[in-house]
């Protein structure tokens, strides 16, 4: 009876640590995928940022070419 409780019991640990080591394993994975995804929409961010600064910089260089001269005295 002890021998077999003895085994019962490392059985248990042995399953214990490979499910902790399965559940570290889907927790990284978790993380990686999540920190793909937040890098992904960083990136659009700063692309989205960058296209409306550059659109913004032509409309007023636009505006800018389109006035008048000043005329000279």
Same mark, same amino acid.
């Given at each position: 009876? %002890? ?12 399953? %214990?640590? %490979? ?15 999540? /920190? ?7 990136? &659009?961010?700063? /692309? ?17 070419? %389109?006035? &008048? ?5």
């Amino acid at each position: 009876m %002890s021998k077999i409780l003895n085994l019962n019991v490392k059985n248990f640990i042995v399953s %214990s640590l %490979s499910l902790l080591k399965l559940l570290q394993i889907e927790v990284r994975d978790q993380a990686l995928f999540y /920190q793909d995804d937040i890098e992904t929409n960083i990136n &659009d961010v700063v /692309q989205d940022a960058q296209k409306r600064n550059h659109e913004a910089v032509e409309h007023a260089t636009i505006k800018i070419q %389109s006035q &008048d001269q000043p005329k000279k005295k």
